[in-house]
């Protein structure tokens, strides 16, 4: 194995989803998907290219992204950040964010540069920064002291000082996720501003995993980065259909930012995949210029579906607080963590054998009790994994029966 790869062999994905085969768990909250239908006229979408007269939709398209969907793209988010977006040369469409995310900083790191990661955070970053020959540097959100009652992700906040401490000349990247996986945490303008002008102060590119972008919930606002004074043209903001239309099984991705910039991405692009799948772009800019057309109504997709999550993501709360865990309330996201240490001394995790505790207790979980969840360890470097170990990621944008379902399971346990 090629040394830039050493340390990156274990996935919790590859672990986890295995977990979920082997043993069938009659409630599965662990990878982040939908189990019920996406909008009706996402599907029909695909069904109109499939059975296009244009037999071109079945080849190969234009290798930075399909016409169509780059247009929709530049025009979506020409409307959101209030500034003209050059579909050419200002947008890339992927293979998921995972690629745009693989290109952003395969394109930009070199040896020796580091990049500053936010902990909890999407578990990826990291092999794709060491494959790049770059130094990750991590800051943990911590828990503030004394929070009375049920905490919310809002409680889960940056030190300025330790924040300040990790920049210096080295300092290449900074890697933002907003709304946060797995902690649901939705960054304040406050918390931007002060990000902002770190890299501002130390010429830092910022890239912004922003796939979660329309799942907020109330009274919380997703604020882009790319829209603060001064970072558009040193910002790289990223997306995914998969999150966007509830189809996480299409892996169509894109990044937009300045043209400077995005050249990189490009380049590192079409000198992998070369080009995406056609059909896929087709349907989703389908699905973006129907939404285009109904911006800001009611039934606007992006508007309906954090309602919707809202309840689900109550029930989620009301299910483990009642099964006596302390779940963090996420602003946004459709992931929510909750403290298990309440309820670990009635269990004997003496059969797993794992490093850390809450690996033990989500295998045990799995293996007994049939609900599956992610262990959150998984998304922070050694030095701070015990900050999660007692903590456990569930993922609720699953049918509300199958949400009873997990509540029963708990219910019945206890
Ligand atoms: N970033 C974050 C924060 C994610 O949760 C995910 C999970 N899907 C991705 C990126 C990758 O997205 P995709 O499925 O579009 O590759
Ligand atoms: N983003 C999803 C999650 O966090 C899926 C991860 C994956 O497929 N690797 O669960």
Same mark, same amino acid.
């Given at each position: ?73 530049? %025009?979506?988010?020409?409307?959101? +950040? $209030?500034?003209?977006? /050059? !579909?050419?040369?200002? @947008?890339? #469409?992927? =293979? ?73 000349? %080295?300092?290449?990247?900074?890697? +933002? $996720?907003?709304?946060? /996986? !797995?902690?649901?945490? @939705?960054? #304040?303008? =406050? ?93 989703? =800019? ?129």
């Amino acid at each position: 194995l090629p040394k830039r790869y050493q340390g990156s062999e274990k996935s919790v994905w590859v672990e986890y989803i295995q977990l979920a085969l082997d043993y069938k768990p009659a409630c599965n909250l662990g990878q982040g998907f939908p189990d019920y239908p996406p909008p009706k006229y996402v599907t029909d979408a695909l069904a109109q290219v499939a059975n296009s007269k244009n037999c071109l939709l079945h080849q190969y398209t234009r290798g930075f992204g399909h016409p169509r969907l780059v247009n929709a793209i530049a %025009k979506l988010y020409s409307k959101l +950040l $209030n500034r003209e977006i /050059n !579909p050419n040369t200002e @947008v890339l #469409t992927t =293979a998921g964010a995972y690629e745009a995310l693989y290109s952003t900083i395969v394109g930009h790191v070199d040896e020796g540069d580091e990049v500053i990661i936010i902990e909890p955070f999407f578990d990826c970053y990291e092999p794709m920064v060491k494959t790049s020959g770059g130094v990750c540097r991590f800051v943990p959100l911590r828990l503030k002291k004394n929070v009375e009652g049920i905490p919310s992700s809002a409680d889960w906040v940056l030190d300025p000082k330790e924040l300040e401490s990790v920049f210096n000349e %080295k300092t290449k990247m900074f890697i +933002l $996720n907003t709304p946060n /996986n !797995p902690l649901g945490k @939705v960054f #304040t303008l =406050a918390e931007l501003v002060i990000i902002a002008d770190l890299c501002k102060k130390w010429n830092v590119l910022c890239v912004c995993d922003e796939v979660y972008e329309w799942i907020v919930y109330r009274p919380n606002k997703h604020i882009r980065m790319a829209t603060l004074p001064g970072m558009w043209e040193r910002t790289i903001t990223i997306g995914s259909a998969g999150k966007t239309f509830s189809v996480t099984g299409w892996k169509l991705g894109w990044a937009y930012g300045p043209a400077d910039l995005m050249v990189n991405l490009q380049m590192i692009h079409q000198n992998c995949v070369y080009t995406g799948t056609t059909p896929i772009q087709e349907a989703v =800019a389908i699905s973006f210029e129907k939404e285009l057309a109904r911006f800001g109504e009611e039934d606007c997709f992006f508007f309906s579906l954090p309602k919707e999550l809202e309840a689900k993501r109550d029930k989620m709360a009301k299910a483990l607080i009642d099964a006596g865990m302390k779940p963090v309330i996420p602003e946004g996201g459709y992931f929510m963590l909750t403290d298990w240490s309440p309820i670990a001394s009635t269990i004997d995790l003496s059969s797993e054998n794992d490093q850390y505790k809450d690996y033990k207790f989500t295998k045990w979980m799995t293996k007994n009790i049939g609900l599956q969840g992610i262990p959150p360890t998984a998304f922070y470097s050694a030095p701070h994994k015990n900050l999660a170990e007692n903590y456990v990621r569930y993922c609720f944008i699953k049918k509300d029966e199958n949400i009873q379902k997990a509540a029963d399971i708990l219910q019945k346990w206890r």
